[in-house]
């Protein structure tokens, strides 16, 4: 895993790393619009990603939609993955989510201002906490 998004300081996205010696296509996925936020992997092989056709996405390790998520807004920040599989991302309507593996809202934080950062790993040393001021275990 890469320490931050695109993998080092100047965001290339590139590594030295050697991939799969043949190239192909497992699968496509298509979406309303342009999807502009890197994908997440969970340790099942769940891929997950926004779009901005306002939805946020599941798609199984089998290349198939396993759910939608609308938000009123572009998904374009990377989602961030805990160790339970709660998903976290924000949108263009300025709420930071929190989703279940199974496409659920656990709930939504309203900011100010749209959410289009992405997120990285180290997103997990900072507490959160819910509307009664509990500490949020992520």
């Known amino acids: 895993p890469w320490d931050c998004l695109r993998g080092n300081s100047a965001r290339t996205g590139s590594t030295a790393e050697k991939g799969a010696l043949t190239a192909g296509q497992s699968f496509s996925c ?3 619009n342009w999807i502009l936020s890197s994908p997440a992997l969970s ?3 769940t891929i997950y990603f926004g779009s901005c056709d306002n939805n946020f996405y599941a798609v199984s390790p089998a290349g198939e ?3 939608k998520f609308e938000t ?3 998904c ?5 993955l805990s ?7 924000g949108s263009y309507d300025a709420n930071l989510y929190s989703v279940s593996p199974a496409g659920k809202l656990i709930w939504k934080y309203k900011k100010w201002i749209r959410i289009k950062a992405s997120s990285s790993h180290h ?10 001021g509990d500490e949020i275990k992520l």
């Open 30 to 32: 298509h979406t309303g």
């Open 43 to 45: 340790p099942d092989g």
């Open 65 to 67: 939609m396993a759910w």
């Open 72 to 74: 009123g807004g572009f």
């Open 76 to 80: 374009v920040s990377s989602p961030g």
């Open 83 to 89: 160790p339970d599989g709660t998903i976290y991302f």
């Open 123 to 132: 997103f997990m040393e900072y507490r959160f906490l819910n509307k009664n």
